[in-house]
C-alpha cells in the first residue's frame, strides 16, 4: 500500500494538515483507531493545521504558566477569566 508522506512543520515537526477540516478527519480517525482524543489547531508559524494531545485551553493555560504574564499575576487567584 502507498501511503503518503506527510509534510511536517520546520518549527514544531508536527505533520501539517492543509485545512482544519482535513484535521479535523484525522482527528476522528484517531479516535476511531486508538480511542485517543486530539484537538485541532492553528499552527503560529506555518499557518497550517496540527494536531495536538493537549486540549487547547489547558496547553494556552499551561504556557502562561511557563513563560509567565507579568504583571498582575498576585490577583489571579482563581481562572476565571480568559
Ligand atoms: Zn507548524
Not at 518549527?11 to 477540516?21: F, G
Not at 489547531?41 to 504574564?69: A, I, S, V
Request: with cysteine; charged share 35%.
Amino acid at each position: 500500500m502507498y501511503f503518503f508522506e506527510p509534510k511536517r512543520c520546520q518549527e514544531c515537526n508536527k505533520i501539517m494538515y492543509a485545512s482544519a477540516a482535513q484535521a479535523q478527519r484525522e482527528v476522528k480517525e484517531t479516535y476511531w483507531k486508538r480511542g485517543v482524543t486530539l484537538f485541532v489547531y492553528q499552527c503560529k508559524w506555518c499557518g497550517k493545521w496540527h494536531l495536538t494531545k493537549h486540549d487547547p485551553h489547558e496547553y494556552r493555560r499551561r504556557n502562561e504558566m511557563l513563560f509567565g504574564k507579568k504583571g498582575k499575576g498576585k490577583k489571579k487567584s482563581r481562572a476565571g477569566r480568559i
